[in-house]
């Protein structure tokens, strides 16, 4: 962050507020890496932030792309147990398709120098009956990545509580997809994403932590 007086050209700031995280929260990327924030999204009709998130990370939220809708959870209540703990709010809606075949892809760019981490989101919306199923294969450029995300795919939105799902090392242009399995009776879903760059190691110095 850089701030400066348009006159004087000193640098000034008039308030800073820094929030800590729990231990936890992140702790599946080494801790000598750090963690370049990207992009964070939601399907919520407003942006999260605190104090839904204790944390005060800012959700945004993202108009559905042409052929997908959001949907709204009815579940009473939504276990939230992940590490990384995202806010029950993000977790009450998501984003879907009409069409049980269609896929839901997320498209960027990433420095082939420094790979993007993603977290996904994902809590069933409806309490399914016994004829319904959902489930998702994850694809990063047409290919199945399920034997590399943590954990392991295919992916089952579980009802009333939230599931993590880690995409790591992605890198160069992409297109994430989150594509129906064959045996699935319902649309893909995904409750959030989150994204960060990787940055180079950290080497300890004298005067602290230095790249």
């Not at 701030?3 to 990327?29: G, H, M, Q, T, W």
């Not at 997320?106 to 977290?119: I, M, R």
């Amino acid at each position: 962050m850089s701030c400066s007086n348009s006159i004087s050209n000193i640098p000034f700031i008039s308030a800073l507020e820094v929030r800590s995280l729990d231990s936890k929260v992140y702790s599946n990327i080494g801790s000598n890496y750090p963690l370049f924030f990207m992009t964070r999204n939601a399907f919520t009709k407003t942006d999260i932030r605190f104090p839904e998130d204790s944390f005060d990370r800012i959700w945004h939220t993202t108009r559905p792309p042409t052929g997908l809708i959001t949907v709204a959870s009815n579940s009473p209540s939504i276990i939230v147990d992940t590490d990384d703990k995202p806010p029950e709010a993000v977790l009450r809606a998501a984003l879907t398709s009409t069409l049980t075949r269609n896929h839901i892809t997320y498209s960027g760019f990433a420095d082939p120098k420094y790979p993007v981490h993603f977290n996904a989101y994902f809590s069933e919306v409806i309490e399914l009956s016994s004829t319904q199923k959902r489930s998702m294969d994850i694809s990063v450029d047409n290919k199945l990545i399920n034997s590399i995300i943590v954990p392991k795919g295919p992916v089952i939105p579980p009802y009333g509580r939230a599931l993590e799902v880690h995409i790591p090392n992605i890198t160069s242009a992409y297109t994430i997809a989150f594509k129906p399995t064959d045996d699935s009776t319902l649309p893909s879903l995904i409750n959030a994403l989150e994204g960060f760059v990787i940055g180079d190691a950290l080497v300890q110095g004298n005067s602290g932590w230095k790249k």
